[in-house]
């Protein structure tokens, strides 16, 4: 007999907005940005009806496949969006006040899925993108750190289910961020971030 569902222990952050004092680059984090009742639904519907797939990715000239798996939405190459993803994308699009028009999703199963350091390939997007991030599910600690000047401490942000991070600006220009390995018992995460291409994008 089940006694909970996983989504019983989710929890939500409770630092409201900030905007974080982020040299060369924007930065903004909205706990509770979706409310936990419609937070816990997302997450079950994506978690079990979504088509996660492998994908391998180019690490030191080798192909390997990558620690999580993906799904990818873009306009105009597979237009038809599940119910969910457009309700939430067009929340974000009314906060943002902007539009996208393509949606990664990650699925990271357990304390062994990760992304390494990286910034987001700028063919895709153009320079300076605007990406907006959704998550759902256990907490994960979100990492940045300055591509240049090592001075800069590495800034550690947990991603609470339900909340929302815009990075725009130049952030993706002159900061790098991963999501690390953890080796805690821990429920799945799901992480949506929208953004807008200018050509057709093949992650699979």
Known sequence: MTLFNDTDIFTQGTA???????????????????????????????L????????????????CVAPRMIAWYQDNKNATW?????????????????????????????????????????????????????TFGETRIFKLRHKFNKELAVIEIPLHHGSFLLMSGTTNTFWQHQVPKTAKQILPRINLTFRQVYQDVNFL
Do not use: C
Request: aromatic residues 10%; hydrophobic residues 35%; charged residues 30%.
């Open 48 to 63: 079990n009806q979504t088509k996660w797939r492998h994908y391998e990715m180019e690490l030191y000239n080798k192909k």
């Open 82 to 134: 599940p119910a969910e993803l457009m309700k939430i994308r067009t929340q974000v699009e009314k906060e943002v006040q902007d539009s996208f028009n393509a949606v990664l999703l990650n699925l990271y199963r357990d304390g062994n899925d990760s992304v390494a350091w990286h910034s987001d390939k700028e063919n895709n997007t153009g320079q300076n993108p605007t990406i907006a991030s959704i």
């Open 16 to 46: 409201g907005k900030i905007i974080y004092d982020l040299p060369d680059g924007e930065l903004m984090l909205i706990d509770q940005f979706i409310a936990k009742p419609e937070a816990d639904l997302y997450y079950e519907n994506l």
